[in-house]
């Protein structure tokens, strides 16, 4: 089922909704948000400088640093007895990003996020159990309001108690689950361990993930842990943007429709910072449209993807943000080509003798960029074997000179050598940075 005719509306047509509600946030943000029309005059653009979709452009970035240097409403341009809502990001380091939204904004964000549902297949007959945690985090309460826009019941059972997740999702024949594709593998594995098996014994079969990526090699272990039934999905948003709602994966699985009518989507390289061409990965940027608490023009997000304009098997007309390719923080710059860990990642996994932990080490040797990547090996007796050991080498070689256009080094290692992390694993070491 498709929610909103908006995601099926010719190009053209859905250009001009997006050109209508620019000149209108320009206008706004530049007539009620202070920082923003600073920032608008020090680069001289006034709102009548916005006459096409190109002109965005013009317009200067927004970052993250902005929400901590007005913390915690500077951006907002609403009263605040005009906010109904308010949210707040993790905050790791210091601060929280906080985010409000007036009735009107929560009504977009909700039908947003019923969008997103129907693209994961959700419908009114399902029984949707929630296990992202609550509170200020946007994601249970959107896809709560979200997944209750289309009918469907909701268990806000949040995250944690994986006996009570367990009990629930069997007594209350909960057919559809939202939670982070990592505790998702988590849940299906205990049920396995319990002698459930998810694909006779329960009623789900669809999952919504977010909150972190998800990578096709996650999928696979997602299928072996729930069963082929469990269709399942991710979406994508961010608090700062509204939460979840921003772009999802339809059942086709070939990438993520942004709501275009709402969300306009560059790609730029993060150095330079020149808008990039369809296709090609570099950082996305958003202008949220229509916001009326937090409107934001040409959001930094830090996350690298690619745009697809090709058309969709499932009918949406909608551009197509790829998976994650990691964060522009991560970006490396190797001989002038833009090389993501993630993307490294991604060929490691599919190659079966080797192990899910890699590090890399980037150094320059006679002027040029050399990276060398090292390996564990998942079985020890290959070391025995020089004919193997290089075969495999030149496989991985390949593989990778095919994904990132490159030519790298790789070391293969006995099992259990490389250091492991407690959560964030810090996996690349470029020694050019350190000036040797
Ligand atoms: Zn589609």
Redesign the pocket.
Known sequence: MIWAKEETLPRAEIEKIQLERLKETVSYIYERVEPYRKKMDEAGIRPEDIQTLDDLRKMPFTYKADFRDHYPDGLFAVDKKDIVRYHASSGTTGKPTVVGYTQNDLDIWLNNVARIAC?GGATAEDVAQISFGYGTFTGALGLHGGLEKIGASVIPMSSGNTNKQIMFLQDMGVTLLVATPSYALHLGEVLRERGIDPSKDLKLHIGLFGGEGMTEPMRDEMHKAWGDQFVCTQNYGMSELCGPGVAG????L??M?INEDWFIPEIIDPETEEILPPGEIGELVITCLGKEALPLIRYRTGDLTKLMYEP?????TTV?MANLSGRADDMLVIRGVNVFPGQIEEVLFKIDEIGPHYEILVERKNRLDVMTITVELIDDRLLDSYALLSELEQRIKSALKSQLGLATHIRLVAPNSLRRFEGKAKRVTDLRKDGL
Do not use: N
């Open positions: 693209m994966e339809c059942t086709e070939c990438g429709h969709c098997a499932c009918g949406r197509r």
